[in-house]
C-alpha cells in the first residue's frame, strides 16, 4: 500500500520558518520524483517545489523562489520542504506528492498525501 504521509505543519507568525516532512512507503523511494503543493481555501491547489530522481533537478514556484528549499534523504524515504520568511499568503495546506517531472517543469502527480495545514498569522 502506497502512503505519503505529511508532518511539520502548524500555526506561526509572519517572517517565521517551518520545516515540512514527508515519508513515504510502499514505493521504491530512490526511483521517486517529489513534490509539493499547496492549497489555500477557496483557491485551486498549487505547485510549490519539486525534486528530482537524484536530486538533478530542483524546481521551484515563483512565490517559493529564495525562500524555500527542498531536500530529500533516501535512507530515511522521506522529503523536506524548509519555508522561511513565511507570510500569510503562505496559509494553506500542504501536500506531498510522486509524479513525473522534467528539468523546468511538473507534469503530473500519481499518489497524493493527506496534507498538513500551514496558518501564518500577520
Known amino acids: 500500500q502506497v502512503q505519503l504521509l505529511e508532518s511539520g505543519g502548524g500555526v506561526v507568525q509572519a517572517g517565521d520558518s517551518l520545516r515540512l516532512s514527508c515519508v513515504t512507503s510502499?514505493?521504491?523511494?530512490?526511483?521517486?520524483?517529489m513534490g509539493w503543493f499547496r492549497q489555500a481555501p477557496g483557491k485551486e491547489r498549487e505547485f510549490v517545489a519539486a525534486?528530482?530522481?537524484?536530486?538533478?533537478?530542483?524546481l521551484f514556484a515563483d512565490s517559493a523562489k529564495g525562500r524555500f528549499t527542498i531536500s530529500r534523504d533516501n535512507a530515511k524515504n522521506t522529503v523536506y520542504l524548509q519555508m522561511n520568511g513565511l507570510n500569510p499568503e503562505d496559509t494553506a495546506i500542504y501536500y506531498c506528492t510522486t509524479g513525473a517531472m522534467g528539468s523546468t517543469q511538473w507534469y503530473t502527480s500519481v499518489y497524493w498525501g493527506q496534507g498538513t495545514q500551514v496558518t501564518v498569522s500577520s
Open positions: 510502499g514505493l521504491d523511494f530512490n526511483t521517486l520524483n
Open positions: 525534486i528530482s530522481v537524484g536530486e538533478m533537478y530542483k
